[in-house]
């Protein structure tokens, strides 16, 4: 069966009381709350048990950096909640701390977003990059009060140095937090702080989360020094139950030691903040040259009309890969393929300048807004004839 939103509202009478006082002694908290679906950026979902060990703590860690417990919170949920982000980071964390929480529509709508901001006098926003650049977009057609704003919670990819600057003064959110996590690790394992400057929030995913720990390894599983690439890893109180109903993912999923291998391509810096290169399959080989994705994105959402940038490799009969692009670009000027390389030249290796560039106006996303990737190879080999 399922509950209705509306369910939740008549809830809290004595009987429920009754009912969660019965059940309390029954319940272990390392025992499965919640199966939950990882996003499927690269594939399939996969079930990802998880503990009331796993969400509790965790969201009242994200809560605890964030300050919810300073101020009281008022918090516009533009997330969905069947995502980690909007159950354990949003209505888990918030209620911990007593904060009130805001849903403005049943889907992503920028526009009920931003005129909630004055209505409901929210303090803080959660969304992805994608959607912030959204937000931002609809309050500069239609203007709102932003004076309640202070912080909020940007995650689910990276965020530009210029988004980071929009953010904190046309939506006056000085202090927002960009954390990293992902449904297996319930899901936040890094955090900002909010006094870390806008460049550390632009270059990084911030500072391991309390009670956590981090290594970055390499192809044979051994710890790297200080600042090179490798597999990041994580061990801890968030790490999952394992897959539901698949045993061998789950195994291989762990090294020994109960280290969960994220799968992604990381950095950790001196200072014990994180940076993420991309995923480990998302690596491209050109002709024995490795180009990581985000580096390269990241690079050409620099540029002033290019609103995202997402890379990928496609099959190459001599270079075994080649690089492709797909660009969201904004209305202001006309940019040509030629105008993109061109930029590029002297700036970036040439091995890392895309051969193929594509001007879409959206992305193939799932329910959480997060970009599929594998949606755009399928797409882009059909739209070039590219075999392989």
């Not at 988004?163 to 959110?173: E, Q, S």
């Not at 937090?177 to 690790?185: Q, R």
Request: aromatic share 10%; hydrophobic share 35%.
């Amino acid at each position: 069966g399922a509950y209705r939103f509306n369910d939740l509202y008549e809830a809290g009478e004595s009987s429920h009381l009754r009912a969660i006082a019965e059940l309390d002694p029954r319940i272990q908290s390392n025992e499965c709350a919640n199966i939950q679906f990882t996003s499927g950026t690269t594939g399939a979902p996969k079930g990802a048990m998880l503990s009331h060990h796993n969400l509790v703590n965790n969201a009242f860690g994200i809560g605890k950096r964030s300050g919810f417990h300073e101020n009281e919170k008022r918090i516009c949920v533009t997330v969905p909640l069947f995502h980690c982000f909007g159950c354990v980071a949003g209505t888990l964390s918030g209620s911990l701390f007593g904060a009130t929480c805001v849903f403005p529509s049943p889907g992503f709508d920028a526009h009920a977003a931003v005129k909630c901001f004055e209505q409901e006098r929210v303090t803080t926003v959660y969304g992805t990059p994608t959607m912030f650049v959204d937000m931002i977009a609809s309050h500069e057609v239609n203007p709102v009060s932003v004076a309640t704003l202070k912080d909020g919670i940007m995650a689910g990819a990276s965020c530009p140095q210029e988004l980071v600057y929009a953010v904190m003064h046309k939506l006056n959110m000085p202090k927002f937090l960009v954390m990293y996590g992902m449904t297996e690790t319930s899901p936040v394992t890094f955090q900002c702080f909010p006094q870390d400057s806008p460049e550390t929030r632009s270059a990084t995913i911030g500072f391991p989360s309390d009670h956590i720990e981090v290594m970055v390894t390499d192809k044979n599983n051994e710890i790297v020094r200080s600042g090179e690439k490798g597999e990041l890893c994580i061990r801890g109180y968030c790490n999952f139950l394992g897959y539901w109903d698949d045993k061998q993912k789950t195994e291989d999923s762990y090294l020994p030691g109960g280290w969960f291998r994220t799968g992604d391509l990381a950095i950790l810096r001196p200072d014990g903040y994180g940076q993420i290169v991309g995923r480990i399959k998302d690596l491209i080989i050109r002709g024995g040259e490795n180009v990581f994705p985000a580096e390269v994105e990241n690079f050409l959402m620099s540029h002033q009309n290019i609103i995202e940038a997402q890379i990928f490799g496609v099959p190459d009969p001599r270079l075994g890969e080649e690089i492709a692009c797909w660009v969201r670009t904004t209305n202001s000027e006309q940019l040509t393929v030629e105008d993109i390389k061109s930029w590029c030249k002297g700036k970036i290796a040439h091995y890392k300048i895309p051969k193929y560039i594509l001007f879409k106006e959206e992305f193939p996303r799932n329910v959480s807004g997060k970009v599929q990737k594998f949606k755009m190879l399928a797409s882009t080999k059909e739209e070039l004839g590219l075999k392989g």
